[in-house]
């Protein structure tokens, strides 16, 4: 499945974006795993969010539980990713993945997942 990223862009300490990740050629998978991750300059890529739509369970980064939530429309066939309370180490470029064969210890594993989006950036100033 081919993945498209968008939602980035600047914005204060303290404030809001909201992601979102597109299927095209095809729908979300009734038990595809749907990623957020994220990298930021001289860094490793980090999870940061996944939604199973098997069981619409959701799983998060301790840095970002409580300020991001990820969610899915079944109906436009996304997956968002509303962060709040945002801080300027949430800066980077977000990613999203998707894959069908994602077991809970691998959710957290960037080279579990096949699919990828083409990264969006954000930026968080102080």
């Known amino acids: 499945v081919q993945l498209q990223a968008s939602g980035g862009g600047l914005v204060q300490a303290g404030g809001s974006l909201r992601l979102f990740c597109a299927a095209s050629g095809r729908t979300f998978g009734r038990q595809t795993t749907i990623a957020w991750f994220r990298q930021a300059p001289g860094k490793e890529r980090e999870f940061v969010a996944a939604f199973w739509r098997g069981g619409s369970r959701t799983y998060y980064a301790d840095s970002v539980k409580g300020r991001f939530t990820i969610s899915g429309d079944n109906a436009k066939n996304t997956v968002s990713l509303q962060m709040n309370s945002l801080r300027p180490e949430d800066t980077a470029v977000y990613y999203c993945?998707?894959?069908?064969?994602?077991?809970?210890?691998?959710?957290?594993?960037?080279?579990?997942?096949?699919?990828w989006g083409q990264g969006t950036q954000v930026t968080v100033s102080s």
């Open positions: 993945a998707a894959d069908s064969s994602i077991i809970l210890s691998s959710v957290r594993v960037p080279g579990s997942y096949a699919s």
